[in-house]
């Protein structure tokens, strides 16, 4: 079920190229960029820690610029297939579309095995899951930063995928900024190995998905959160569960 909230919650962040606004976490300064180019995608990124997505167990993964994480290879798509899709491959998708960042914008991405990133997830985690008494070992961050549309479109769309575990539980955020309007299809949600496990957001391949900025499963404008190891759905906030398909 998709939840509106009229206040924008905002955090500025500095990206070590602007300030951006949104629930995002801390990134730029530090962080690997991939190659600014059309449908490109990163080398394969070995994982500090092992991440678990429902029942599977991941050790690297991929970071495609339009818009989504692959484990086992690369995988090249800019046109976004509707979830459930029953196919071979684990996806975790924040905002798959046809992005072209050779005009604008970053894509950029950074592991953290202790810190003030550890902190803040687990202060996340443990308000949104409050029964499992959890302490973030490692956490993963991926920010398309005010990327465009393709071809050169000029657009900004800015928004973050974050993985986060402490080896035993695992879960998925999204983060949203601001979604540029597109008649492109976007995908947002995630997809298992033949779709045993799968969500997809209200407003995807639709033309409203500007309303991600607003949207959220935890009562935080542009925040979607998912536990994601074996057999897991969902979120609870506030004694209220939120069930993932």
Known sequence: ??????LHYITPYFSGYTTVAGPFYPFGAGDTENDRS???ISPVISLLQPFRFFGQTYNQLYINNNGYLTFDWPWYSYFPYQFPGYG??????????????RGNGFISYRQYS???VLAEATQDINQYFPDLSFSATWVFVATWDRVAYYPYSGTETSFQVVLISDGHFSFVLFNYGTIAPTQRYVQA???????TYH??????LQYNITSLTYSSNVNVPGRWVFRTDHGSRGCQFNGKVFLSS
């Open 88 to 101: 071979g491959e684990d996806l975790i998708a924040p905002f798959w579309t046809d992005i072209d960042n």
């Open 114 to 116: 202790s810190g003030s």
């Open 199 to 204: 969500f997809s957001i209200t407003g995807s």
């Open 189 to 195: 949600g995630y997809d298992t190995i033949s779709s």
């Open 38 to 40: 059309d449908d490109g």
């Open 1 to 6: 079920q998709i939840v509106f909230y009229t």
